[in-house]
């Protein structure tokens, strides 16, 4: 298991894309998962440095552990902002028209649609969400 904790800004989203592809590309097999796997990690990671400390700025802590059997990664964020599950939400409805969807949620159900597995609680006034990839 390895861990990064570090300032939740925008301009730090590639230490964090350097974080886990250092740690999972010896795992993604094929590579397209560890692509995939970037793509959860970004909106995550955005999300959590423009809404968790609004309008002052925190510290993120993202966990990379590689589970043996069957081979995956589980990564797990962890702030301590504003208390907040992006999975309660609903999920947009993806057979309207762009215009005529509500705007936000599209990230997280990407997130959730491309993950074998996604939680949320909040404990001990940490937001965690985990996520979880079979390679």
């Known amino acids: 298991m390895e861990e ?3 300032e939740a800004k ?3 989203l590639g ?3 350097e974080f886990i592809e250092k740690n999972v590309s010896p795992y993604a097999d094929p ?4 692509i995939v796997l970037q793509i959860a990690v970004e909106e995550i990671f955005v999300n959590i440095s423009h809404y968790a400390y609004n309008p002052q700025t925190g510290p ?3 966990r990379v552990e590689i589970l043996e059997d069957p081979v995956a990664v589980e990564l797990t964020f962890f702030d301590n902002g504003i208390p907040y599950d992006p999975l309660a939400k609903a999920d947009p409805d993806v057979t309207l028209d762009a ?3 509500d705007i936000g949620g599209l990230g997280i159900f990407m997130v959730k649609q491309s993950m074998d597995d996604v939680s949320y609680e909040y ?11 079979l390679l």
């Open 4 to 6: 990064l904790i570090i």
């Open 10 to 12: 925008d301009e730090n």
């Open 15 to 17: 230490v964090v894309q």
């Open 31 to 34: 590579p397209e998962k560890l």
């Open 60 to 62: 993120a802590t993202i």
């Open 99 to 101: 215009d005529e969807r």
């Open 123 to 133: 404990k001990d006034g940490q937001n965690i969400l985990t996520i979880k990839k």
